[in-house]
């Protein structure tokens, strides 16, 4: 449908479609470019703080039509790869209400105490000292250590709330351990299954985001083209590994870059 022979697009949502509840500027008429022009669209987001159906209505809401097929998050994700590796066990959940739902859907045994197979840390408002502790008490006892996101921040028009890395990054420094897998963007796993949904090879696909530890180096590390939010004119350092393929101020220019 491009220069490029991109026919698969993977949009991260917060900064890069909306930022907090309203649209930015050129965001449905470029899904709209990309439908009429037959490109198979997914809505990605880390925050695993909503239902894909949320997430669905939302868009719908601001314009930008989606089918919930189309959405997916680091929560649903997070829920099924648990799910098909029971070896995690019994997990200690740092995360909120939605995330737990999903977690019980796909029957993950969740416990409250130090004793934890598995520490699983995500995007919380609910923290407090105790939960921080006992994910510190269980992983000084071994406990696999996971996340759903590496997000240090998620972006709000009033500046943004910390999220899941700050978390992470406490229990690093505390446990001097480092966390042993990451289930949403940049994983490899939310790529491998992004590619497998769209029946294409990854030199067909092209993953659009605001963030380049998580939206480009997905992209970069499975091989899809990548392309850049930079709206705030941030420079890239020389030595950075992820460096995307293009560069633009907002979501509205993608159509002239790509078309």
Request: proline share 5%; with cysteine.
């Amino acid at each position: 449908m491009t220069k490029n022979k991109i026919k698969a697009f993977i949009f991260d949502l917060d900064g890069t479609l909306y930022l907090g509840e309203n649209l930015i500027e050129g965001a449905s008429e470029t899904i709209e470019w990309v439908r009429k022009n037959g490109g198979k669209i997914r809505f990605v987001t880390n925050n695993p703080r909503d239902s894909k159906q949320f997430y669905t209505d939302k868009l719908n809401k601001l314009g930008i039509v989606a089918g919930e097929d189309e959405v997916m998050t680091s929560a649903n994700l997070t829920a099924e790869y648990l799910k098909s590796n029971p070896e995690y066990g019994e997990v200690f959940v740092i995360g909120e209400e939605q995330l737990i739902k999903e977690l019980s859907e796909f029957d993950i045994p969740m416990v409250n105490h130090d004793g934890a197979d598995t520490v699983l840390v995500s995007f919380d408002t609910t923290l407090d000292y105790e939960k921080l502790q006992t994910a510190y008490q269980a992983l000084l006892k071994g406990a696999n250590f996971i996340a759903t996101n590496p997000d240090a921040v998620c972006p709000t028009p009033e500046g943004g709330l910390v999220d899941a890395g700050a978390i992470i990054a406490a229990l690093e420094v505390s446990t001097k351990r480092k966390l042993d897998k990451v289930i949403g963007k940049p994983s490899t796993l939310m790529a491998e299954l992004l590619i497998k949904q769209f029946g294409e090879n990854p030199e067909n696909c092209i993953v659009v985001g605001d963030r380049l530890n998580t939206d480009i180096r997905l992209g970069i590390e499975s091989n899809m083209n990548t392309a850049w939010i930079n709206a705030q004119d941030e420079a890239i350092p020389k030595d950075y590994p992820y460096k995307p393929d293009y560069e633009i101020k907002s979501i509205s220019e993608l159509p002239n870059v790509l078309g």
